[in-house]
């Protein structure tokens, strides 16, 4: 295979990444994309290997000088953008070693399973009164007029974030994360870089208001981190943006493309409407079919052997979660969608240090969602067959346009 | 070769054999063991591979280091005999050591 077949921002790739990644599994090494200096990795044991590999890091920064650093940031074309570079470059995902575990300890506690548990009446609240705005709707974007709106409303209840100001996390995650865009411009910049330092001194402002008067959140409990030297005032609010960018638009993805999987395969769809105790099972399916984030990098910082072959230190890999979530030796029938599948060791949330810090509070929203369209809802139809975000970073309808029956 | 017992919670038993060097989890993903989640891959970073240690091995274990003793702090239903099964592990001296497993790691 050469570039020119491998072309992750085709309309093709877009429509089926599953075939490109599995021409690319059946090499018998990684294939080596000029186009982002890495070498991809498609088959489940070698993505494994490297995420639980603990001299991967996301960076190299600590290896270079200085002026090094400067040159790379210049490369990367976030030199000059000041917000950026303190609070969404540098944070608990892009750190490793002391730092990153100091940081992950803190939060941790917010979102493990019994945490998290204590959000689902939240959670059905806010979804019970989505649908009531929706019910005079037969036909609806499930995207855009439904699964958007929740994970940010969530996310900003678990921070401490008044309901009242939810819909402006969400504006300003979409817009930070414009940096990111394929084909970015100089305007995606001025709005991401303009984005982050509004949303910073938003965040000192409730700082101030949590330090004066503490709430069950997990705003409060890092203001007392601060407070109590753990973590300094840029680590608090990169932590707070990183929390609410991973898990914002990943979630809306991943519901869209769950949905999806739902309306593909009916027969599915009935199992899990007719035994809702599925409802776990499905979910995981529904994140190992359609890994929201199928793609994150690693640089190897000493000589590893990856896949059969060895590498040089500097070396910068492509994990491809997406393709080793459909790779047939892991997964019996990896192309099926099965709601019943058990176990079902999918790497969508990652794996080793980096392990997604919110993956239960994700599956809890899915939970409720699904649970509850299939009560309120006695068919769904497809409108129209959707468009998926082309790219390696990210996989998820634009839209879902839907029709529904009601009980 | 090693033996290790692990009983379900609803009182499946499931004898699988391990190589030393490998984690109590890799046995127990190896024989298909869906109670025993491992999420992480085995890097004490979810907290999915808890198990319960049955009462008379507990102490012939190596004991918790902090990262794990922090992770089980934070764990679904843990009793005095928690451990996370990927921090353990497999040695000769540790053949027949029975495990008991949680309904749920979630």
Avoid at chain 1, 94 to 114: M, N, Q, Y
Avoid at chain 1, 272 to 287: G, K, S, Y
Avoid at chain 1, 370 to 380: C, D, G, M, P
Avoid at chain 1, 385 to 404: H, Q, T
Wanted: overall charge negative; proline content about 5%; glycine content about 6%.
């Amino acid at each position: 295979m050469n570039t020119t077949t491998f072309d992750p921002l085709s309309e093709s790739f877009a429509r089926d990444p599953y075939a490109a990644y599995a021409q690319l599994r059946d090499l018998a090494e990684p294939y080596f994309y000029a186009d982002v200096d890495s070498w991809m990795l498609t088959k489940a044991t070698d993505v494994e290997a490297v995420a639980l590999n603990k001299t991967m890091f996301r960076s190299l920064d600590h290896l270079l000088t200085e002026a090094e650093c400067k040159d790379a940031q210049r490369k990367m074309n976030w030199h000059d953008m000041p917000y950026h570079e303190r609070f969404v470059q540098t944070n608990l995902l892009e750190s490793e070693g002391e730092t990153h575990d100091r940081l992950r300890k803190l939060v941790f506690r917010e979102f493990t399973a019994a945490m998290v548990a204590r959000q689902r009446p939240t959670i059905q609240a806010f979804v019970d009164q989505l649908l009531d705005g929706l019910n005079d709707r037969d036909e609806f974007d499930f995207v855009e007029d439904f699964a958007a709106h929740v994970p940010g409303h969530i996310i900003g209840r678990v921070i401490g974030v008044p309901d009242a100001d939810c819909p402006q996390l969400r504006v300003w995650s979409e817009q930070v994360v414009r940096f990111f865009n394929i084909g970015r411009d100089d305007n995606d910049k001025r709005i991401a870089e303009q984005a982050t330092k509004e949303f910073y001194e938003y965040l000192l402002t409730l700082v101030a208001e949590r330090r004066k008067t503490p709430q069950a959140d997990l705003m409060s409990r890092m203001v007392e981190h601060q407070d109590a030297g753990r973590m300094t005032e840029d680590e608090l609010v990169a932590t707070t943006m990183l929390i609410l960018m991973a898990g914002h638009g990943s979630t809306i993805d991943v519901l869209g493309s769950g949905m999806h999987a739902l309306l593909r395969f009916p027969d599915q769809h009935q199992k899990l409407r007719d035994d809702p105790a599925l409802i776990n099972l499905a979910v995981q399916e529904m994140f190992r079919f359609e890994s929201p984030l199928p793609y994150f990098h690693r640089f190897a910082t000493e000589d590893t052997e990856v896949g059969g072959r060895m590498f040089k230190a500097g070396t910068r890999f492509g994990l491809l979660y997406g393709a080793a979530n459909r790779d047939p030796s892991r997964f019996e029938n990896a192309d099926q969608f099965d709601v019943t599948r058990s176990p079902n060791r999918h790497i969508a949330f990652g794996g080793g240090t980096h392990f997604c810090l919110g993956n239960h509070l994700a599956r809890l929203d899915m939970d409720v969602i699904f649970t509850t369209l299939n009560e309120r809802f006695a068919s769904f139809d497809l409108v129209k067959e959707p468009a998926y975000k082309p790219g390696l970073s990210v996989r998820g309808p634009f839209s879902l346009d839907i029709a529904v029956r009601r009980r | 070769m090693t033996k290790i017992i692990f009983i379900e919670a609803d009182g499946t038993t499931i004898e699988a054999t391990a190589k030393p060097g490998m984690s109590v989890m890799q046995v127990a993903v190896n024989a298909g063991i869906a109670a025993i989640a491992a999420e992480c891959g085995g890097a004490c970073a979810c907290g999915t591979c808890h198990c319960y240690i049955a009462e008379d091995w507990f102490d012939r274990l190596a004991p918790a280091k902090s990262d794990e003793a922090d992770m089980i702090e934070f764990v679904v239903d843990p009793i005095p005999t928690s451990r996370l099964s990927c921090q353990i592990e497999v040695t000769p001296e540790l053949d027949g050591l029975v495990i008991h497993l949680p309904s749920s790691q979630t």
